[in-house]
Each structure stands twice: as C-alpha cells, then as structure tokens.
C-alpha cells in the first residue's frame, strides 16, 4: 500500500494508462487517450478502482503475509500470472501440500467481492487449502480478513450469470 497509498484517484488512473499504453507521447494524443478512456475507464470507472485496489491487496498481502498467523515459516510463490485460480502459493517447509490464497480489495470498511469461474472451483477443489485474504479500508487505514476454506464459512457466494457481447476484428492469415 505504501506504495500507491499518496496517490489520489486520478493519478492512479494514469499510473493503470501507463500500464496500458507505456508511451506517454502517444497518450498525449486525444484521439488515442479517448480510445484508452473508452476501453480502460477512466480513472473513475468501475474497472480502474477494481484494478487499482486488487493491486493494492496484492501488495498489501506481500507486505505482511510473513506476520499473519496462518503462514507464519511459509515460502511464497507469486502466481498472479498464471491464471490459475489463486494468486499466491504458500509452502511450509514440513509439509508437503501446499496453500492456494487468493486475494481481494475492498475501498471501504464492507463491499463486495467476485470470483471468476476459475476461482470459485479451485476455491471448491482445494476447500480447507484455499484461503480468501480480504484487504479493506484502503480509503483510510487498511486492515485484512482471513478466510480459510470461503466457500464453506460465514461468507455467502450468489452465482450471477450475465450475458456479454463481445466485439473482436479476426483476420485470417494465409501463407
């Protein structure tokens, strides 16, 4: 958090562009920085404060996870890229299972979190291995929630099914 913790929404927002579009000449050109504003949001967006506090959990959790009770002599592994259905791995050096968290932000104090498909049933698979850290109160002072096997505890998961239309551009390649 300390991190990001000085900076205000706007400038998250063009820190999340920067990510998206690294050039900064090229941003500077409306028709490109509408483009972007269009397709990332702009710094007010739903999308850009998703982004901007799931990263600021991640951050949160590599910060203290050594200090937390429950991993307490664990090994890391950083698994945000892999899409696997949690974002870190946690090994104790006595044990040969391993420990799949994943990690969510919530602004306030309450709110909501999702998981994707893939989340949920990893989540189901690995049940007491599978561990939700919950970082909220990033609007002021953070603090986290530990919840060991999510699907199974005081948290209540709905399935919300939604539609989307999609629109790509496919050209096919011959030669």
């Avoid at 990332?40 to 967006?45: H, I, L, R, T």
Wanted: with cysteine.
């Amino acid at each position: 958090m300390s991190t990001y913790g000085s900076l205000d929404i706007t400038e998250l927002g063009a820190l999340i562009r920067g990510f998206l579009c690294p050039d900064e000449e090229l941003q500077r050109q409306p028709k490109v920085r509408r483009i972007l504003q269009k397709y990332a949001g702009s710094p007010d967006s739903s999308f850009a404060k998703r982004l901007i506090t799931g990263k600021a959990a991640e951050e949160y959790f590599l910060a203290n996870y050594s200090r937390m009770p429950e991993f307490l002599d664990y090994t890391l592994t950083d698994t945000t890229q892999w899409g696997c259905g949690f974002d870190f791995k946690l090994m104790h050096p006595r044990d040969s299972m391993y420990s799949a968290v994943e990690v969510k932000g919530v602004r306030d104090r309450f709110g909501q979190v999702q998981f994707t498909a893939l989340e949920y049933e990893m989540a189901d698979v690995l049940a007491e291995q599978y561990y939700l850290i919950l970082v909220r109160n990033f609007a002021e002072q953070p603090f986290h929630s530990v919840f060991r096997n999510p699907l199974r505890c005081k948290l209540k998961f709905d399935r919300v099914e939604r539609k989307e239309v999609r629109v790509s551009w496919v050209a096919n390649v011959a030669q």
